[in-house]
């Protein structure tokens, strides 16, 4: 471990990375239409045969095939790889990010807390994509992200450096706990559902990962930040639906995206921003 470089640990994580991104295109496609992640394999969507695993390699199988199916030729949707190396380079940047960033790229990472860093930052920051195209387009959650991130983040507790078990599972409880409160009250006060419960698992996920001050945090940069989203883009919906009686859904757009591109960021410089917040309104 000491003799090896920041470099190759940069494409080690690439590579899975890009690995995670294959099978979160595959969690995009099927969750929504209610196929099993596991049966049947990865097969053409078109023809349905099986896909050989060596064309089942991120990016490189793409390329190999030359954009078209090996079985029928048909072409494949170049959102595939891109949305790989997108995930191969997240997967890159949570370590990079986990050691300071910095340009020596030949210093080794030994300190335990960064390999903690980097793995709650990998799942933080891989986790976005799949949230954002399955919530922006079907109003769900993966179950795979949400509820996985409370297993991930009571798992990564255990690694020195990082928070501890205890606080993992205090922040899991409180943040989905509370926010579902919140939710319920909500509820019942607008006499209309006021919360996913996507959102709350999602919430407990990251309060498994940074603990309780983490996810309200994130919790409350995704409210004000969806405000200055919602508000204008749901005025601009309801203008150009105004006419049509059949558009229900208005301006809305769903929370989880908000919580999952905030939650990185929160992460790395939550206590930063809190602390300027404070200076700024305390003026000391």
């Not at 920041?6 to 990375?17: E, M, S």
């Not at 390999?115 to 922006?136: E, Q, R, S």
């Not at 990564?156 to 899991?172: K, N, V």
């Not at 919430?203 to 930040?225: H, N």
Request: with cysteine; glycine share 12%.
């Amino acid at each position: 471990m000491e003799e090896i470089p920041l470099w190759y640990w940069l494409i080690v994580f690439f590579c899975i990375g890009a690995c995670v991104g294959s099978f979160y295109n595959v969690i995009v496609y099927r969750m929504p239409r209610g196929i099993s992640l596991i049966n049947p394999p990865s097969h053409c969507p078109l023809c349905k045969k099986r896909i050989p695993i060596r064309y089942n390699l991120p990016i490189v199988g793409w390329l190999w095939l030359r954009g078209r199916s090996a079985c029928c030729k048909q072409p494949i949707s170049v959102i595939y790889p891109i949305g790989e190396a997108l995930c191969g380079l997240l997967g890159a940047l949570a370590l990079y990010a986990a050691v300071g960033f910095g340009t020596d790229f030949t210093r080794p990472v030994l300190a335990p807390q960064t390999w903690a860093n980097a793995a709650a930052l990998f799942w933080l920051l891989l986790g976005a994509y799949p949230v954002c195209a399955v919530d922006c387009k079907y109003k769900l959650i993966p179950d795979s992200i949400s509820v996985g991130g409370i297993v991930v983040g009571f798992l990564i507790s255990f690694i020195p450096g990082g928070i501890l078990p205890i606080q993992s599972l205090i922040g899991a409880f409180a943040a989905g706990g509370g926010l579902y409160l919140v939710g319920w009250i909500a509820t019942k006060l607008l006499k209309k559902e006021a919360m996913g419960f996507g959102d709350v698992k999602l919430l407990a996920g990251y309060g498994a990962l940074m603990g309780v001050t983490g996810a309200v945090e994130t919790l409350l940069v995704a409210a004000l930040l969806g405000l200055l989203v919602m508000v204008p883009y749901g005025m601009i919906k309801n203008r150009k639906a105004s006419g049509n009686s059949d558009d229900e859904c208005g301006g809305q757009i769903p929370f989880g995206p908000f919580l999952a591109v905030v939650a990185p960021f929160m992460y790395l410089w939550g206590n930063i921003l809190i602390v300027w917040y404070l200076t700024f309104i305390l003026g000391e």
